[in-house]
């Protein structure tokens, strides 16, 4: 260990003596920096920042405090070597030479001093001003702080008084969040409730459209083995008409003629065998036989009684009637009106159906009214009296109904649907007699033609059908080429009107249209007069027509500040003797045209509530019956 310690100990005293020379050249540098500083007369702030480090500006300071204590005690020196010279009274030059030694080195420490001196002046200075700039903001910072405690003491002020409330408002959000937390539950459950009933309605949706389609099927076989049934009782009838005429031919065969008769007496002899051609049924007479029959007078015979029974047996049957049907019904007359009443006052109002009423139609002896609308409804209206009785409603429509209208004898009322079907029933029945099935789109209109056997329909299917009722088929199909709103028959013709803004005519005895007139707006309705003169049409574009038919020109236009066409399907009507023209507007109000004049006649108001869909004049011109969207029907007088 010992010689470890001698072979290192001087290696050590090496680095000591290193370190020593270091630290002495430090301080000459440290010395010269300080002088330097010093004669510049810097400021300590300056050489805090030219010297960040806080230990070498520690080590500066210590440093100028050491040079500071060294100048003082010089100083001090020289005092006290003054002093003793005069107090031992030496000569002035050994006291003037001692202190020309100690004077050159006061002398650079008081130059010292005074520049730390200024430089500690102008640092108090500055200090002095940034402490009045201190506390002038520090005043500035007071006033603003008492203002916020003043602020603050307010607020807590207002914030003691909307305690309260506000505890009394969470009590409140609490209740409501709670009453919207049941609600939530509530309306869960009514929503899943909503949904197995969505999902009940989806399958009874499936259920019924599943049955109406079966129905459907069911309707054609049913209206197939009609047509088939109708056909075997053809074939049987003719039949027996064939067995009962050759049963009647070979009677008259076997009765013998004298042909030796003159010409005038010939005919004679014909129209005596005609009558006794057929024996009264019962009759015990005995036919009158001639002994003699030869082979002329055998073919002669034959030759008349062949024509004799063809003529009795072969008579001409209308389309669409079979052998058995009875013959058409005689119509009885009906008295004509005159002059109709312009109405003036509500004779009688109802509210009819369940909905909307889109149709109104006088019978043909205005003692009663039938009205139908989309509650799948028809009803039948007694006006006797001018007061409005419910008589009877009419069972079996599949859809809502469109458009009605009475046969000649006012028996038979046919109505159009919307479950693209017409359907007829007989006055008295309250179920359906007759379903015309054969359009694929609602039928808007229906009308009887000259007789109760023949039909028109109209549909959106751009299509008019003319339909036997005796077979209850479709005996014409005809291709309109677009939305077909309403029909009128004359005739031998069919009138139609479309939603392409036009009239068309058919003829049933041509194959294609006869004449076109344009519209300005689409066609809503035609209605045709008595004499079948002149058609009146009504339109979308506000304006009604009468158009001359035998001409097939437009006559006359009516229009009237506040008439609005209100719908697609609004009806306009001529008066029974053709002297007025009468519709309804969207407003709810009615209006009539002078047919003579051209002008507004009057404007019967305040009644309806909306929308007139349909008007109607009786035949005997005494009553006016309106029907609007809001489920009335009005009878007028």
Known sequence: ????????????????????????????????????????????????????DSRLLKRFAKRNNKLLEKSYSLSTRKLRAESSALRMDLPARSVLEAAGSVRGEVLDSSQMLECLKRSYEEHIMELQRTNEELTCEMIERNTVL?????????????????????????????????????LSRKNAAVKSECDTLHERYRHQDLEFRWATERGLELLKSIMRLKVEAAEHR???????????????????????????????????????????????PGSRQKAWRRPFRSASATSMTLTRYVDVFRGLFDFRLRRGNSV??????????LPSCVAACLPSVVSDAKEAHLSEINAIKFSPNSSMVATGGTDRLVRLWSVAGGRLEHTQVFEGATGGITSLDFDPSGYHLLGASY???????????????????????????????????QAVTGSRDRTVKEWDLGRGACSRTINVFSYCNDVACCDTVIISGHHDKTIRFWDSREPGCTQVIPEEGKVTSLSISADQMHLLSCSRDNALKVIDLRMHSV??????????????????????????????????????????????????????????????WSPSGLYIGSVDQCRKLVLWT
């Open 1 to 52: 260990m010992a010689e470890r310690g001698a072979a290192g100990g001087p290696w050590k005293r090496h680095v000591l003596r290193q370190l020593q020379r270091r630290d002495r050249r430090t301080a000459q540098t440290w010395d010269t920096l300080c002088l330097f500083c010093l004669e510049q007369q810097m400021p300590p702030v300056v050489l805090q920042h030219c010297i960040p």
């Open 146 to 182: 008492k203002a916020k405690k003043t602020a603050l003491v307010e607020q807590r002020n207002r914030y003691r008084f909307l305690r309260m409330p506000l505890f009394e408002l969470e009590a409140t959000r609490q209740q409501l969040k709670e009453q919207v937390d049941e």
């Open 234 to 280: 053809n074939e049987k009838n003719e039949r027996v008409k064939q067995g009962r005429l050759s049963k009647e031919l070979k009677k008259a065969a076997r009765r013998p003629v004298d042909i030796g008769l003159e010409p005038e007496e010939g005919k004679e002899e014909e129209q005596k065998m005609s009558r006794t051609a057929v024996p009264e």
């Open 324 to 333: 058995s049907s009875p013959s058409e019904d005689h119509y009885c007359r």
């Open 419 to 453: 479950n693209n079907v017409a359907q007829l029933w007989k006055i008295g029945d309250r179920k359906c007699s007759e379903i015309l099935t054969g359009h694929t789109d609602k039928v808007t209109a229906a009308k009887f033609r000259s007789t109760r056997h």
């Open 555 to 616: 006559r006359q236009v009516f229009r009237a500040e506040g008439f609005k066409c209100g719908s697609d399907w609004t009806k306009a009507v001529f008066s029974p003797d053709k002297s007025y023209a009468l519709v309804g507007s969207a407003d709810g109000s009615l209006f009539l045209w002078n047919i003579e004049t051209g002008h507004l006649e009057s404007s019967l108001t305040a009644v309806h509530g909306s929308s007139v869909n349909a008007v109607a």
